[in-house]
């Protein structure tokens, strides 16, 4: 398959994040080559356009410049060893998960080693947002490398930071999360709070959207908590526990007293209790209706979709 317009980009992670950034560089005139562990996500890539690589050292070597969108500090860490064990050209890897900034910092020195350069890059945004290309990227970690990269960035995302020092892009993650943590519960318990009063849950959407009370994480989770019905996910509340952690240990590590974000976790934490892992993150509201008594008309509360 020949290069797009644009030149080739590597995405190793074809999950939500990661395919809603391989669709949007497709889309843009970039050749995308892309590799996931799971069959589902490769097949669905493949009808939009994306090569599919035989595994994740195959994308480094058809790509200079590969993005990680990958789940786990594990996954990470296995995928950075392999590449580096490949012994390839230089490359450029931009890390853009949510990890801790140790667990970023070891797979750097790997790839170090190997004569390759990653960049720490999180996102702020939804699954729903990246697929529309409405969310920001925290870059960090090389300068010169970033502003290399910019028209990459600006055919899948609204806005790019650059922080300096690597590390930075993961410490503003964290704030924008823990941030993101409490409005998606303070939703959540505004919405139950309304339905308990008697109003109509599309009334508080349409009312809390002109005000002062509104967020973006309002706008975007409260239509779930309306319509009630929390597939398909846009974050997985199994997979948001994980940020929740390492947000909470950076917390601590740096003394630094969360009150609100520790209260939001506890109704996390029920979710997960109740099996929705699988749910959107909005399906908190669920939780709080059981908390307050709520009953809706046509019965219980879904987290399946139609």
């Not at 892309?34 to 690589?53: F, K, N, S, T």
């Amino acid at each position: 398959m020949t290069s797009g317009k644009k030149g080739t980009v590597g995405i190793i992670g074809l999950g939500i994040m990661g395919g809603a950034f391989a669709e949007n560089l497709t889309a843009a005139g970039w050749h995308v080559v892309g590799y996931d562990i799971a069959a589902a996500p490769r097949r669905a890539l493949a009808r939009a356009g994306v090569e599919i690589a035989a595994d994740a050292v195959d994308v480094a070597r058809k790509a200079k410049t590969v993005i990680t969108s990958l789940p786990s500090p594990k996954a990470l860490a296995a995928t950075v060893a392999a590449i580096a064990k490949a012994k390839l050209p230089r490359r450029v890897f931009v890390e853009m998960s949510t990890f801790t900034i140790e667990d970023k910092t070891k797979a750097g020195n790997v790839l170090h080693k190997a004569g390759h350069v990653l960049l720490d890059c999180p996102v702020s945004g939804t699954g729903a947002q990246a697929k529309k290309k409405d969310m920001v990227i925290y870059a960090s970690g090389g300068n010169a490398e970033v502003k290399r990269l910019r028209p990459m960035f600006a055919d899948f995302s609204r806005g790019l930071f650059d922080l300096g020092e690597f590390g930075n892009g993961s410490r503003m993650k964290y704030v924008a999360n823990h941030l993101v943590a409490i409005h998606n519960v303070a939703s959540a318990e505004a919405m139950v709070l309304g339905m308990k009063a008697g109003l109509p849950p599309q009334l508080i959407l349409d009312l809390i959207s002109t005000g002062a009370g509104n967020s973006r994480i309002f706008e975007l989770r409260a239509p779930m908590m309306v319509q009630n019905r929390y597939q398909p996910a846009t974050m997985k509340i199994g997979v948001w526990q994980k940020d929740m952690d390492v947000i909470g240990g950076f917390a601590r590590k740096i003394r630094v007293p969360t009150p609100m974000f520790d209260a939001s976790k506890a109704i996390y934490a029920k979710a997960r209790k109740s099996g929705l892992d699988d749910a959107d993150t909005a399906a908190v509201c669920v939780v709080l209706e059981k908390m307050a008594g709520v009953k809706r008309k046509g019965g219980k509360a879904k987290s399946r979709s139609r």
